[in-house]
Nanobody, 122 residues
Framework: QVQLVESGGGLVQAGGSLRLSCAASGRTFSRYTMSWFRQAPGKEREFVTSINWSGASTYYKDSVKGRFTISRDNAKNTVVLQMNSLKPEDTAIYYC???????????????WGQGTQVTVSS
């Protein structure tokens, strides 16, 4: 089993920054691709970004490129999403996910956290 716990969400003004963290436990974290998704009110969950097991490869949704940065610390079993230049349309619940598969970019997402709320005011 894998447990994923997100933290770092909150309320921020447009143009501001937030740093989300996802702590993983239960398996060898360093072997697996990690991703962030988000779900805005009334909308489907959407992909945001992924990072491969080593951190050498990353992949972003177009609308967050240049503003969001994903990173990981395998020694601490943590993946981080640094979000800068936030916009009201970034408001959502943000979820981290772990993928067992080796496909890149990942297309299967096996474990999910409970999510953390990000609200960006205009």
């Amino acid at each position: 089993q894998v447990q994923l716990v997100e933290s770092g969400g909150g309320l921020v003004q447009a143009g501001g920054s937030l740093r989300l963290s996802c702590a993983a436990s239960g398996r060898t974290f360093s072997r697996y691709t990690m991703s962030w998704f988000r779900q805005a009110p009334g909308k489907e969950r959407e992909f945001v970004t992924s990072i491969n097991w080593s951190g050498a490869s990353t992949y972003y949704k177009d609308s967050v490129k240049g503003r969001f940065t994903i990173s990981r610390d395998n020694a601490k079993n943590t993946v981080v999403l640094q979000m800068n230049s936030l916009k009201p349309e970034d408001t959502a619940i943000y979820y981290c996910s772990l993928s067992y598969g080796r496909r890149w970019p990942p297309d299967e997402f096996d474990y999910w956290g409970q999510g953390t709320q990000v609200t960006v005011s205009s």
